[in-house]
Structure formats: C-alpha cells, structure tokens
C-alpha cells in the first residue's frame, strides 16, 4: 500500500508564494508520474502538474510560467513551487502518483489547502 503525505498549504496575499511537498512512502513501482491536481468546491478536480520518474513535465495553461513542479526520487518525493499566486489559484491541492505499469494504480493524497486572498 502506497500512503501520500501532503504538506505546505496556507493564506497567503496575491502575488505571494508558496511550496507545496508530498512524500510517497510504502511499495513504489520505480517508473511512475507523480502530480498535483486541484479542486474548489463544486467542479471537477483538475491536473495542476506532473512529472514522469525521468523528469518529463507537464503543466495546466493557467499555471505556466507561475508554477514548477519537481520531484526528488530518491525521497519519493513531488514539489510545487507556486510564484504569483492568483485568487483563482484558491482550492485543495492534491498530490497523486499512478504508477507506469499494468492496472495503473493511482494514489492520493489527503490534500492541503491554498487560499489567496487579500
């Protein structure tokens, strides 16, 4: 069983930062995505950010250039660096990990709240 750890939400102003950690722990399967997605009460959860086990990253339009994704794989560990943070950047953060193999198992985390506000 894999567990994701989330850690680093909070309040913040507009135009402010934060870093987003989560830590995988548990029986890894080596070549895997891991990733942020986000979701604000009433709509879907969206795809924030990923990056493959060999560094291959991803990114939602409205995030480009304000965020960057990492990843540590010796910790089985992901980051969100988040530059600029918008109003709209508002919602749960989630972290997940599928894993590149038959069955595709995917995991979460317990998500971690971002609020920008003024």
């Known amino acids: 069983q894999v567990q994701m750890v989330e850690s680093g939400g909070g309040l913040v102003q507009p135009g402010e930062s934060l870093r987003l950690s989560c830590a995988a722990s548990?029986?890894?399967?080596?070549?895997?995505?891991m990733g942020w997605y986000r979701q604000v009460p009433g709509k879907q959860r969206e795809s924030v950010a990923d990056i493959s086990s060999g560094g291959l990253t991803n990114y939602a339009d409205s995030v480009k250039g304000r965020f960057t994704i990492s990843r540590d794989n010796t910790k089985n560990a992901v980051y969100l660096q988040m530059i600029n943070l918008k109003p709209e950047d508002t919602a749960v953060y989630y972290c997940?990990?599928?894993?590149?193999?038959?069955?595709?198992?995917?995991?979460w985390g317990q998500g971690t709240q971002v609020t920008v506000s003024s």
């Open positions: 997940s990990l599928v894993e590149m193999r038959a069955g595709r198992n995917r995991y």
């Open positions: 548990g029986s890894i399967f080596s070549i895997n995505i």
